[in-house]
């Protein structure tokens, strides 16, 4: 790690640091529901754990690295006060950083992973090649076992697949081909894909540096804020890189008019 990254990771974990002691003026029972609804609405709506291998860095050169995060401030009478309910608040942060790590996602697939000559079309689509494509990495190895799915067309894929599709597992649901299944994961308004992607989930590595106190993928700090007065300052973020270590595992298919 360079002096100039040294400085630039020690600015934010004092930083974070000092906002998590801030809390004399807060309530500090809030604060601890606040934190926890974060973590629990990312942790429920995060998919990266179940589409890369999660690897925990103590450095990774800032260059590489991508700050997926929400800072903001609210006033510290209404965060003290009763008549206000935070959870949903608060559990929206959390949703958002998992949608940020999805877009982040497809960013990187979509750069790295070259579209098949192939399509699917959105007004009529038949999702014979994108069978052929899952038999031809299970022919070669590869193991196919995630799909990244474009929402716009799912209930033609459901009516497709029928009884191919195993919904007892709850979500994701698992799409049965031959003699192995692959998680699906649909894409949202937040984290829109124009193509399926679909790839063996150990193929890539999700690098990521993990919280200084928890440990945990996600960073959680909440407490008055050092700038203008009587203010809360919020700062969630995950600090991450995603690394495909074989296109070869990974096949993209399109879709078109």
Not at 14 to 31: F, G, M, P, T
Not at 61 to 77: A, D, V
Not at 81 to 90: A, E, I, K, Q, V
Not at 224 to 244: C, H, K, M, N
Request: glycine share 6%; with cysteine; hydrophobic share 35%.
């Amino acid at each position: 790690m360079s002096m100039k990254d040294q400085d630039w990771s020690t600015k934010r974990l004092s930083h974070i640091q000092a906002l998590n002691k801030r809390i004399e003026r807060l309530d500090s029972a809030r604060v601890r529901e606040c934190k926890k609804a974060i973590q629990q609405s990312y942790d429920a709506a995060s998919i990266i754990k179940h589409v890369s291998v999660l690897c925990k860095e103590e450095h990774i050169q800032k260059p590489g690295l991508r700050s997926i995060g929400l800072r903001s401030t609210i006033k510290l009478t209404e965060f003290n006060d009763s008549t206000y309910y935070w959870g949903p608040y608060f559990s929206d942060v959390g949703r958002a950083i998992a949608r940020g790590e999805r877009k982040y996602l497809h960013e990187r697939i979509g750069r790295r992973v070259t579209g098949s000559r192939e399509t699917i079309s959105r007004s009529n689509p038949n999702f014979s090649i994108l069978t052929e494509r899952i038999k031809h990495l299970d022919k070669n190895n590869l193991d196919p076992d995630t799909l990244l799915a474009p929402i716009r067309i799912f209930v033609d894929f459901v009516k497709f697949y029928g009884s191919s599709i195993d919904w007892t597992h709850g979500r994701p649901e698992q799409l049965l081909i031959d003699d192995f299944r692959l998680k699906v994961f649909w894409s949202h308004k937040y984290a829109q894909l124009n193509s399926f992607v679909i790839f063996n989930s150990k193929a890539g590595i999700w690098h990521v540096i993990p919280d200084q106190e928890t440990g945990g993928t996600l960073t959680i700090a909440l407490g008055e804020s050092d700038g203008p007065s009587s203010r809360v300052e919020y700062w969630v973020e995950t600090l991450a890189w995603y690394q495909i270590l074989d296109t070869n595992a990974f096949c993209r298919i399109n879709l078109c008019r």
